[in-house]
Nanobody, 115 residues
Framework: QVQLVESGGGLVQAGGSLRLSCRAS????????MGWYRQAPGKQRELVAT???????NYIDSVKGRSTISRDNAKNTVYLQMNTLKPDDTAVYYC?????????WGQGTQVTVSS
C-alpha cells in the first residue's frame, strides 16, 4: 500500500518560513520523481516544484528564489523549504510521486499565510 504523508503546514505571517515534509512508504522511493503541488480555494491545482531521481529541480516562477525542494532517499522523504511567504502562497500543498505510469498523491497539508 502506497502512502505519502505530508506534514509541516500551518499558519504563518507574511515573510515567515515553513518546511514541508512528505514521507513515502510502499514505493521504491529512489526511483520516483517527487513533486509539490498546491491548490488554493477556487483555483486549479498547480505544480510548485519537482525533483527528479537525479535531484535535478524545477520551480514555478512565483516561488523561484524563495523555495527549495530536496530529497533524502535514505529517509524516503521529500522536503519543501519555503521562505519569505506571501498571502498568495496560501493553499493546500500536496506531495506527488511519479514513476512511469505510476502516480501517487498525499492527502495534503494546509499552509495559510496571514498578511
Amino acid at each position: 500500500q502506497v502512502q505519502l504523508v505530508e506534514s509541516g503546514g500551518g499558519l504563518v505571517q507574511a515573510g515567515g518560513s515553513l518546511r514541508l515534509s512528505c514521507r513515502a512508504s510502499g514505493i521504491v522511493f529512489k526511483f520516483y520523481a517527487m513533486g509539490w503541488y498546491r491548490q488554493a480555494p477556487g483555483k486549479q491545482r498547480e505544480l510548485v516544484a519537482t525533483i527528479d531521481t537525479e535531484s535535478r529541480t524545477n520551480y514555478i516562477d512565483s516561488v523561484k528564489g524563495r523555495s527549495t525542494i530536496s530529497r533524502d532517499n535514505a529517509k524516503n522523504t521529500v522536503y519543501l523549504q519555503m521562505n519569505t511567504l506571501k498571502p498568495d502562497d496560501t493553499a493546500v500543498y500536496y506531495c506527488n510521486a511519479e514513476s512511469g505510469l505510476h502516480r501517487h498523491w498525499g492527502q495534503g497539508t494546509q499552509v495559510t499565510v496571514s498578511s
